[in-house]
């Protein structure tokens, strides 16, 4: 395996059998191209994302269901239990990614937290509804809050089931994606070409997982009974489990290369030590590892950048002490600003993960109101309207990465069509779209409801389900830029030795939203409810006497001021440049193509 120095980074000869990037089998020795990783290992990888998200979304889609019916609470609370629940399920990975980074290493932390995810989840949570001294007394009174509540020891039960998967998929979420993208070298122009798709189908499997659970499995749920709905996804889960265990011969891994809390505590405290020391002007002046450091671990050595230029001060060296909590190199201070500069991004983020928790709370509860009936026989379940966020979410994949991409290549010469941030920035308009459209639908709702009399009664409004239909479709598109993007993007802009942390930031969006949609919507109700003439709010049990409309509207409202700070801190924000460098390699094999296409020359596999 040979090695060159170009430029201040590692660059191994593209002739190598052997990876470059590092990867290695579990026992640490290094791994044949031909033999480890690429689409092979990558089809593990997805077919278990289908049978887990299967699990994940049969117990989420139908979630604000089983508290209102069987447990008996009411329209805020529930919707607020599911959000903090989702909440929890999402901000769990940025430990799962500590632990995978600095201790046990991806696939071992993976392993370890699905099997917490199905015995002591999935399983006690399928037990829970299934046997009737764990849930209160069947109700059937209008308003739920009249039944029976459920006791201490039911609560626990089901609450401890769900927390405990949230335990799990803290585990399972950050390091199944990442491994995922560790199959592709990154020092390959093929496979990293290779990686730019892999994103998209990636998201591609999560939503054909997701159209499952969001029909079939809520179909089962409303109509045959919970115990086979909640025992289908779990035994999903111990099939994905199994599938993802199979590939195991195929697999490249990474070693885990430290806590990256702790180098980015260290870079700045460091700084903060040396808050009155001078940074050199010329960057060769800072402390650095020798070249040869890097070439030995397979890692990339950062040039200095001129951003965020207090945390240089870490590696500027004074001679009194090499500590690494005074003293760091070059590398580990670009890696953690490179953390730092992501962070405006991810709080542009919190407020659209807002509205992707709609989806399984007040959405759902408004087709509870609505005429659900096809044909004589057939009722659609609310939840199943999930299902055209999936579908719309897929069609949309598919024609961003067949025809959007390839037109938008021609036209900015960039290999993935158009940036990440542009891509994520049409995602941000999407959603302001799709409150405005749910306010307006929402508004007429409340009007048919009162021309047939139906306000106090709270009985099912004359409108097909289907009106509601629009603001999912486009939720289902929004998410295919936004979401999409969102994944790529921050783990393409984390450093080598974050990535797993890097994909923790996408999931902490979702979770930070889920909590930001149960403090916004606990505060609208509360504070209308306190300053309404009747006392009664804006989100009440009863749909029909409520405002749902004015609460769209504050959340339409809302995006439009996110977008204003999404593109402000998009015009400073500077990308990573060992990204950059790859993106010219692509540009590069992208010209080469034309050049073959325009001499009509076949190419070669």
């Given at each position: 395996?040979?090695?060159?120095m170009?430029?201040?980074?590692?660059?191994m000869?593209?002739?190598?059998?052997?990876?470059?990037?590092?990867?290695v089998?579990?026992k640490?020795?290094?791994?044949?191209?031909?033999?480890?990783?690429?689409?092979k290992?990558?089809?593990?990888?997805?077919?278990?994302?289908?049978?887990?998200?299967?699990?994940?979304?049969?117990?989420?889609?139908?979630?604000?269901?089983?508290?209102?019916?069987?447990?008996?609470?009411?329209?805020?609370?529930?919707?607020?239990?599911v959000?903090?629940w989702?909440?929890?399920?999402?901000?769990?990975?940025i430990?799962?990614?500590?632990?995978?980074?600095?201790?046990?290493?991806?696939?071992?932390?993976?392993?370890?937290?699905?099997?917490?995810?199905?015995?002591?989840?999935?399983s006690?949570?399928?037990?829970?509804?299934?046997?009737?001294?764990?849930?209160?007394?069947?109700?059937?009174?209008?308003?739920?809050?009249?039944?029976?509540?459920?006791?201490?020891?039911?609560?626990?039960?089901f609450?401890?089931a769900?927390y405990?998967?949230?335990?799990g998929?803290?585990?399972t979420?950050?390091?199944?994606?990442?491994?995922?993208?560790?199959?592709?070298?990154?020092?390959?122009?093929?496979?990293?070409?290779h990686?730019?798709?892999?994103?998209?189908?990636?998201?591609?499997?999560?939503f054909?997982?997701?159209?499952?659970?969001?029909?079939?499995l809520?179909?089962?749920?409303?109509?045959?009974?919970?115990?086979?709905?909640?025992?289908?996804?779990?035994?999903?889960?111990?099939?994905?489990?199994?599938?993802?265990?199979?590939?195991?011969p195929?697999?490249?891994?990474?070693?885990?290369?430290g806590?990256?809390?702790?180098?980015?505590?260290?870079?700045i405290?460091?700084?903060?030590?040396?808050?009155?020391?001078?940074?050199?002007?010329?960057?060769?002046?800072?402390y650095?590892?020798?070249?040869?450091?890097y070439a030995k671990?397979?890692?990339?050595?950062i040039?200095?950048?001129?951003?965020?230029?207090?945390?240089?001060?870490?590696?500027?060296?004074?001679?009194?002490s090499?500590?690494?909590?005074?003293?760091?190199?070059?590398?580990?201070?670009?890696?953690?600003?490179?953390?730092?500069?992501?962070?405006?991004?991810?709080v542009?983020?919190?407020?659209?993960?807002?509205?992707v928790?709609?989806?399984?709370?007040?959405?759902?509860?408004?087709?509870?109101?609505?005429?659900?009936?096809?044909?004589?026989?057939?009722?659609?379940?609310?939840?199943?309207?999930?299902?055209?966020?999936?579908?719309?979410?897929?069609?949309?994949?598919?024609?961003?990465?067949?025809?959007f991409?390839?037109?938008?290549?021609k036209?900015?010469?960039?290999?993935?069509?158009?940036?990440?941030?542009?891509?994520?920035?049409?995602?941000?308009?999407?959603?302001?779209?799709?409150?405005?459209?749910?306010?307006?639908?929402?508004?007429?709702?409340?009007?048919?409801?009162?021309?047939?009399?139906?306000?106090?009664?709270?009985?099912?409004?004359?409108?097909?389900?289907?009106?509601?239909?629009p603001?999912?479709?486009l939720?289902?598109?929004?998410?295919a830029?936004?979401?999409?993007?969102?994944?790529?993007?921050?783990?393409?802009?984390?450093?080598?030795?974050?990535k797993?942390l890097?994909?923790s930031?996408?999931?902490?969006?979702?979770?930070?939203?889920?909590?930001?949609?149960?403090?916004?919507l606990s505060?609208?109700?509360?504070?209308?409810?306190?300053?309404?003439?009747?006392?009664?709010?804006?989100?009440?049990?009863?749909?029909?006497?409520?405002?749902?409309d004015?609460?769209?509207?504050?959340?339409?409202?809302?995006?439009?001021?996110?977008?204003?700070?999404?593109?402000?801190?998009?015009?400073?924000?500077v990308?990573?440049a060992?990204?950059?460098?790859?993106?010219?390699?692509?540009?590069?094999e992208?010209?080469?193509?034309?050049?073959?296409?325009?001499?009509?020359?076949?190419?070669?596999?």
């Amino acid at each position: 395996m040979s090695v060159n120095m170009e430029e201040g980074r590692v660059v191994m000869s593209s002739s190598s059998e052997y990876t470059q990037d590092g990867s290695v089998d579990l026992k640490g020795n290094p791994v044949l191209k031909s033999k480890r990783g690429r689409w092979k290992a990558c089809s593990f990888v997805v077919v278990y994302e289908i049978f887990e998200r299967m699990a994940y979304y049969g117990i989420s889609s139908n979630l604000i269901l089983y508290l209102t019916k069987k447990l008996h609470q009411g329209t805020v609370t529930a919707s607020n239990n599911v959000t903090n629940w989702v909440g929890t399920i999402w901000i769990t990975p940025i430990f799962g990614a500590y632990i995978a980074d600095a201790h046990l290493g991806r696939y071992w932390t993976f392993l370890v937290a699905s099997i917490i995810y199905l015995l002591q989840g999935m399983s006690v949570l399928t037990l829970s509804v299934s046997l009737p001294s764990l849930k209160p007394p069947q109700c059937h009174e209008a308003d739920v809050t009249k039944c029976q509540k459920a006791s201490t020891l039911h609560l626990a039960v089901f609450y401890g089931a769900l927390y405990t998967l949230a335990l799990g998929t803290g585990g399972t979420k950050p390091n199944i994606s990442t491994i995922g993208a560790d199959q592709f070298d990154d020092f390959d122009p093929k496979e990293k070409s290779h990686k730019l798709s892999f994103f998209n189908w990636w998201m591609f499997s999560i939503f054909i997982g997701t159209l499952f659970a969001n029909t079939v499995l809520v179909y089962i749920q409303d109509n045959v009974g919970w115990t086979l709905g909640y025992g289908l996804p779990t035994l999903g889960l111990a099939l994905s489990i199994m599938i993802f265990f199979a590939g195991t011969p195929f697999y490249r891994h990474k070693l885990p290369s430290g806590s990256p809390f702790t180098r980015m505590a260290k870079v700045i405290v460091a700084s903060i030590r040396k808050w009155n020391v001078i940074v050199p002007s010329d960057p060769k002046d800072l402390y650095e590892l020798d070249l040869e450091e890097y070439a030995k671990n397979a890692k990339v050595r950062i040039d200095s950048t001129p951003t965020l230029r207090f945390l240089n001060k870490a590696c500027v060296n004074t001679g009194s002490s090499h500590n690494a909590w005074m003293l760091c190199p070059v590398t580990q201070v670009e890696e953690t600003k490179q953390m730092l500069r992501m962070i405006p991004i991810l709080v542009s983020t919190f407020v659209p993960s807002t509205m992707v928790a709609q989806i399984n709370t007040l959405f759902v509860k408004q087709g509870t109101t609505l005429d659900r009936a096809i044909g004589r026989s057939f009722s659609i379940p609310p939840a199943s309207l999930g299902a055209f966020v999936t579908l719309s979410m897929l069609i949309c994949v598919v024609i961003y990465d067949r025809f959007f991409v390839k037109i938008m290549q021609k036209l900015t010469h960039n290999p993935r069509g158009i940036t990440l941030l542009q891509r994520m920035g049409i995602g941000l308009v999407i959603h302001i779209v799709i409150m405005v459209i749910a306010f307006l639908t929402e508004r007429y709702r409340l009007s048919v409801a009162k021309e047939h009399g139906l306000v106090q009664n709270g009985g099912q409004v004359p409108l097909s389900i289907f009106i509601l239909l629009p603001q999912f479709v486009l939720m289902g598109t929004a998410d295919a830029f936004l979401e999409v993007a969102k994944i790529e993007f921050f783990y393409d802009q984390a450093p080598e030795s974050m990535k797993s942390l890097g994909t923790s930031y996408s999931m902490t969006s979702l979770g930070i939203g889920n909590f930001l949609s149960t403090f916004v919507l606990s505060t609208v109700s509360h504070i209308t409810k306190e300053h309404s003439s009747e006392h009664k709010g804006w989100i009440l049990n009863n749909l029909n006497a409520s405002h749902l409309d004015y609460y769209y509207a504050l959340l339409a409202v809302l995006n439009f001021l996110n977008l204003i700070f999404f593109l402000v801190v998009v015009k400073f924000y500077v990308y990573r440049a060992e990204v950059s460098d790859s993106i010219k390699h692509l540009t590069e094999e992208l010209k080469e193509k034309k050049a073959v296409v325009s001499n009509q020359v076949i190419p070669r596999d």
